[in-house]
C-alpha cells in the first residue's frame, strides 16, 4: 500500500518560514519525481516544485528564490523549505509521487498551510 505522509504545515505570520515534509512509504523511492502541488480556496491545485530522481528540480514562478525542495532518499522523504512567506501562499499542499513513463502517480492527504497576521 502507497502512503504519501505530509506534515509541518500551519499558521504563520508573512515574511516567516515552514518546512513541509513528506515520508513516502509502499514505493521505491529513489525511482519517482516527487513534487509538491497547492490548492487554494476556488483555485486549481498547481505545481510548487518537483525534484526528479535525478535531482533535477522545477520551481512555479512565484515560489522560485523563497522556496527550496529537496529529498532524502535514504529517509524515503522530501522536503519544501518554504520562506519569505507570502499570504497568496496560503492553501493545501500536497505530495506528489509519480513514474510517468510507468502510469504511476499518488497523493498525499494535504497539510494546510496559512499565511497571515
Known amino acids: 500500500q502507497v502512503r504519501l505522509v505530509e506534515s509541518g504545515g500551519g499558521l504563520v505570520q508573512p515574511g516567516g518560514s515552514l518546512r513541509l515534509s513528506c515520508a513516502a512509504s509502499g514505493i521505491i523511492f529513489s525511482t519517482y519525481t516527487m513534487g509538491w502541488y497547492r490548492q487554494a480556496p476556488g483555485e486549481q491545485r498547481e505545481l510548487v516544485a518537483a525534484i526528479t530522481r535525478n535531482k533535477e528540480i522545477n520551481y512555479a514562478d512565484s515560489v522560485k528564490g523563497r522556496f527550496t525542495i529537496s529529498r532524502d532518499n535514504a529517509k524515503n522523504t522530501v522536503y519544501l523549505q518554504m520562506n519569505s512567506l507570502k499570504p497568496e501562499d496560503t492553501a493545501v499542499y500536497y505530495c506528489?509521487?509519480?513514474?510517468?513513463?510507468?502510469?504511476?502517480?499518488?497523493w498525499g492527504q494535504g497539510t494546510q498551510v496559512t499565511v497571515s497576521s
Open positions: 506528489n509521487a509519480n513514474k510517468v513513463d510507468w502510469g504511476l502517480n499518488y
